[in-house]
């Protein structure tokens, strides 16, 4: 039941939120656009979670941003 919620919750955001259509760059504006994309996108692996989840580096903003890219560019 809770995973259900979570996959029709996640498939309304990605109504609401557009995907990068380039490269991300270093940018505040980029960041939060990635991270609005990554939230609405389910995780490669686990099903209860999303690929904010997996991409994010507490440690690194570059690293979040460079692992949203490599999805980014995987997808096009």
């Known amino acids: 039941m809770f995973y259900q ?14 995907k990068p259509t ?5 940018t505040t504006h980029d960041y939060e656009l990635g991270m609005k994309w990554a939230k ?3 995780h490669p692996h686990f ?5 904010w989840d997996f991409c994010y ?3 690194d903003s570059v690293m979040t941003i460079h692992n949203l890219n490599k999805f980014l560019s995987s997808e096009t």
């Open 57 to 59: 580096d507490s440690a």
């Open 47 to 51: 099903k209860n979670k999303t690929l």
């Open 5 to 18: 919620l979570k996959l029709s919750t996640l498939k309304l955001k990605s109504l609401f939120v557009k």
């Open 22 to 26: 380039q490269k991300l760059t270093w």
């Open 40 to 42: 609405s996108v389910p």
